[in-house]
């Protein structure tokens, strides 16, 4: 089992940038392949980005590609997503997440593990 705890979010305008942090706790973080989702009000949760075991794979959604940036640090037990020029679009609460499937995946179902989300407000 892995404990998740993300930090990081906030309030900034428009263009501006966070970086999203989720520290893990338990068995060893470098077991789980790893992701973040999102959920804004009245909408489900959304899959944002995920990254292979070793880091050396990453997927993201279409709507933020080019925009975030996910990594790990498996020293660390640490998971990361920078995010860039923020739109409003992007406002929601943010989730760390974690899987025991090998490749990589967008569906919430296949992951096991969750934090309790920290939130993100992006102004116009």
């Known amino acids: 089992q892995v404990q998740l705890v993300e930090s990081g979010g906030g309030l900034v305008q428009a263009g501006g940038s966070l970086r999203l942090s989720c520290a893990a706790s338990g068995r060893t973080f470098s077991s789980y392949l790893m992701g973040w989702f999102r959920q804004a009000p009245g909408k489900e949760r959304e899959f944002v980005a995920a990254?292979?075991?070793?880091?050396?794979?990453?997927y993201y959604a279409d709507a933020v590609k080019g925009r975030f940036t996910i990594s790990r640090d498996n020293a660390k037990n640490m998971l990361y997503l920078q995010m860039n020029n923020l739109k409003p679009d992007d406002t929601a609460v943010y989730y760390c997440?974690?899987?025991?499937?090998?490749?990589?995946?967008?569906?919430?179902?296949?992951?096991?593990?969750w934090g309790q989300g920290t939130q993100v407000t992006v102004s116009s």
């Open positions: 990254i292979s075991r070793s880091g050396g794979y990453t």
């Open positions: 997440a974690a899987s025991t499937k090998v490749l990589v995946t967008t569906r919430y179902a296949d992951y096991n593990y």
